[in-house]
């Protein structure tokens, strides 16, 4: 099954205990590979996280991915499958770049 291709500056939401508002997957994600004219998001690539307690941001990274597409070496991000450190996953990708796996 294929999923929508997550790309750099797509939005994730995260689960409790940090707040579910959306936040963007942050640079640089693979530079040389474009969706959308966008960099693609990989596995291990990082998002920002809004605390439910005052405090700074927490980045986190995305621990899972496509199982057989790469970029850059890396497993490809794809929308509502992979999730980050805080369970949460993208919300928002391209819909007309499907990544398998």
Not at 27 to 44: D, E, F, I, Y
Not at 61 to 81: C, D, E, H, W, Y
């Amino acid at each position: 099954m294929s999923f929508p291709q997550a790309r750099m500056t797509d939005m994730h939401t995260c689960l409790p205990p940090m707040l579910p508002a959306p936040t963007p997957v942050l640079p640089p994600c693979a530079m040389t590979v474009l969706v959308n004219s966008l960099p693609a998001a990989r596995m291990g690539d990082m998002a920002i996280g809004a605390p439910a307690v005052p405090g700074p941001p927490v980045p986190h990274p995305f621990f899972k991915g496509s199982m057989t597409v790469m970029i850059m070496n890396q497993p490809a991000l794809r929308m509502g499958v992979d999730p980050c450190s805080f369970g949460g996953m993208v919300v928002f990708a391209s819909l007309n770049v499907l990544t398998g796996g």
